[in-house]
């Protein structure tokens, strides 16, 4: 609470907090959406490999033209305007500036871009979960070495499960749980981008005209994400993984405190303090009413009998015992919310969950066999 106060604070002292965002695809628009209208916030610059898809995505946002035609980030840090540069180190290394958000989707840029960040003391902002499953530990050792903040990115669902953890164990609970929800069914394994659109209920032409990744959104269907994801949330809560993996079971939400409990008690789980996702369809096909598809949830323990009965005066939904409850949010708003991280991390200098461990990790398995000299081509591929 509080961050907007602190951000019209900045605006009337004319220090507003300095932003980079390295790639403009989704993620990266969505930010630009709502960050034209955050006080205290300035859009220093926008890296993209390709100049133009940065000047349209700024555009398409709603940015008039003459905010977005400054000819360097001194111009940009002068007259309160924005930079476009296919540079990334250009920008990083810019005067003024205060946080950078690494949203290319791509590992090893992701990780090249974090640590040019950390070298000028410069915030991170990490979109990349890929790049924060790969090296995020590591990376937020380094920024905490350097005295700057390493920080999930909040919007993303598991920004938004490390601040439900947090909530629940702020507040004195045992984190039973805590994950995600997702559209999953076991054959979804085999999906391809040639296959995906299908699954969404999109054409092709509907697909590229929102400007969505065929691969990005393949690796929503296939495991591949909500695996890179819990690995994440593993890495930065210190709940774990079955030895299994994942199990996707299905679950409305208001099964969620009789399902993500363990096995002993009438649940799915393996342990308490796992990572799991939750599927919005059941196995048999039919979607389940009161899914969780878009959203996130925390399952959490009573202490004693006296807190069982304030779950049951409170209205609370718990297990049969009484024992077990959960808190939900339907959705996750990706890009838009984004600037609650920039806020929290260029004002607080705190992360909106972080790395502080190596928990859980993914590996992949061929959808088809793979002849010799064949590339793999990433996740969702």
Known sequence: MNLHPMLLARAEQGLPVRVALIGAGKFGSMFLAQAQHTPGLHVLGVADLAVERARQALLATGWPKERIGATSPAKALATGGTFITDDAERLINAGGLDVVIEATGVPEAGIQHALAAIRR????????????????????????RAGVVYSLAYGDQPALICEMVDWARAAGFDVVAAGKGTLYMPEFHASTPETVWGHYGLTPERAAKSGLNPKMFNSFLDG???????????????????????????????????????????????????????????????????????????????????????????????????????????????????????????????????????????VASAKRDLKAGETLDGEGG
């Open 224 to 362: 591949t994400k909500s695996g890179i994801e819990m690995a994440a949330v593993a890495n930065a809560t210190g709940l774990t993984p079955a030895p299994g993996g994942l199990a996707f079971p299905p679950c409305p939400v208001e099964k969620l405190a009789s399902t993500l409990i363990p096995e002993a008690d009438g649940g799915k789980l393996h342990h308490k303090g796992q990572v799991e996702v939750v599927s919005s369809r059941a196995r048999n096909g039919h979607d389940l009413e009161n899914n969780l598809r878009w959203g996130v949830y925390v399952t959490f323990e009573a202490a004693n009998e006296y807190v069982e009965n304030c779950f049951s005066d409170y209205g609370l939904i718990t297990d049969p015992s009484g024992k077990y409850s959960a808190l939900w949010r339907p959705y996750h708003m990706i890009g838009l919310e984004l600037g609650i991280s920039v806020a929290s991390v260029g004002l607080r200098r705190e992360p909106t969950g972080s790395a502080t461990g190596f928990r859980g990790d993914v």
């Open 121 to 144: 003391g410069r915030h991170i902002i990490m979109v990349n979960v890929e790049a924060d499953v790969l090296a995020g530990p590591l990376l937020a050792e380094k920024a905490k």
